[in-house]
């Protein structure tokens, strides 16, 4: 099994910034792609962004230019630093990593962090 420590979430006014970190520990052969996800009340959990290993990140249109995503693979963790944070913005993020083990692909999830933006 793999275990993943989400920390960061909080409250913040419009235009402030937050960063999320989650580490992941356990049963990791390797480390496939980490990224976060967020789900607002009454919608589908959505991409935020990903980083694949050796590969370059991909983000949401809605989160271009104001999200950055990065990771320590010494460490096996990663973060999202998020600026210029909007309303719309608000959700609880989780955190994505796969890994493979013994030959087999796992997804595993973060316990999710709340994120809130409002004046």
């Known amino acids: 099994q793999v275990q993943l420590v989400e920390s960061g979430g909080g409250l913040v006014q419009p235009g402030g910034s937050l960063r999320l970190s989650c580490a992941a520990s356990g049963r990791i052969f390797r480390i496939v792609a980490m990224g976060w996800y967020r789900q607002a009340p009454g919608k589908q959990r959505e991409l935020v962004a990903t980083?694949?290993?050796?590969?370059?990140?991909l983000y949401a249109d809605s989160v271009k230019g104001r999200f950055t995503i990065s990771r320590d693979n010494a460490k096996n963790t990663v973060s999202l630093q998020m600026n210029s944070l909007k309303p719309e913005d608000s959700a609880v993020y989780y955190c994505?990593?796969?890994?493979?083990?013994?030959?087999?692909?796992?997804?595993?999830w973060g316990q999710g962090t709340q994120v809130t933006v409002s004046s």
């Open positions: 980083l694949p290993t050796g590969a370059t990140a």
């Open positions: 994505k990593v796969v890994t493979t083990w013994l030959n087999t692909q796992v997804n595993s």
